[in-house]
């Protein structure tokens, strides 16, 4: 699995356009900052993908009745309450293994669910879940996964049935995966989400910067830049760009490289997939998955499907 100085070497020092993989926006601010993203007025998806679990957690825990809840970028599982609460009131007390690359952020979210539900095990996995399943623990009995957020949408189509198809391959036939995936719609709506007023967007896309100045002794001056993101209905995708304002060289003094940025030179740090219902079905299906239910928010804004492995 790559590392961020060969992701670095495959994607910024090359280009058009110069990109990076999203994971690198998570460190300790970048998650704090995302958490915020969720409290923006304009920021729908969190709010609508968790009113929608509030509706149908009680379904799925007593459909599923899992032993193990394996979250999938976890971050601080804030709407996965909505499937312990279900838990609560269908008596059945599974384990939690939330995955993700942040560290900080499963300390933290861990230590206040234990607090919350003191019934609940929590078996936090810290590693990057492009680097394939294998390494997972098999647990007992059978799990439910899930991955909410759209973040399948951080993915590009290929990206998305590859680890899919990786983790399909890593399921039991009783287990289950529970997916969360933002819908298209209005491109204003879209739009606003991703460039709330108040800049927190903006601040969680310029906090890469400073990841590379830390992790890879570089000389980003984040003023330098600025946040742009786009809603192409073409390619029914967010484009997350950071610009820069002006010619100018960055020093990657690890890897001993400069960087010329050209004046308005567009650096891609996320791309974020919106989805059809027919597109989710299809990625599903690509991915050797049958859908069982799909939980739809009002206006068809966001889904969330319930999937089990399909037969060989
Ligand atoms: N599921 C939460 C958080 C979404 S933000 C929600 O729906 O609100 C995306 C999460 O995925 C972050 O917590 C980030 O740290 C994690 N993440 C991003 N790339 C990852 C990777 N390659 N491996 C593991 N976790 C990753
Ligand atoms: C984590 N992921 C689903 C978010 C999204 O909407 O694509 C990340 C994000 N980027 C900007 N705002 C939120």
Known sequence: MPGLEEDVRQGLLRGPPRSLPPKYFY????????????????????????ALLAQC??????TVRPRHIVELG??????????????????CHSGYAPFDVCHDVLVEAGGSLVNDYDWLTVNALIGDYHAGFEHLPRFDGHSLFVFLGGTIGNFSESEAVEFL????????????????????????????????AAGVTAAFNLNLLEVLNRELDADFIANSFYHHACYDPGTQRIEMYLVSKHR?????????????????????????RKFTPESLLALLAGAGFRMERHFEAPAGHFSLMLARPAEA
């Open 27 to 50: 460190d300790a601010r970048g998650s704090a900052l995302f958490d915020r993203i969720c409290d923006t007025p304009e920021y729908y998806p969190t709010r609508t993908e968790d």
């Open 57 to 62: 957690a009680g379904t799925i825990i007593a």
């Open 74 to 91: 976890a971050g601080t599982s804030r709407k996965t309450r909505r499937l312990f609460d279900a838990c609560v009131s269908e008596q």
């Open 165 to 196: 198809s990786e983790l399909r391959a890593h399921m039991q036939p009783e287990d289950r995966l529970l997916l969360g995936a933002d819908r298209v719609k209005d491109p204003a709506v879209l739009h606003a989400a991703y460039n709330d």
């Open 248 to 272: 100018q060289s960055v020093h990657l003094h690890r890897l001993n490289q400069r960087l010329e940025f050209a004046d308005g030179e567009a650096m891609l740090t996320e791309i974020s």
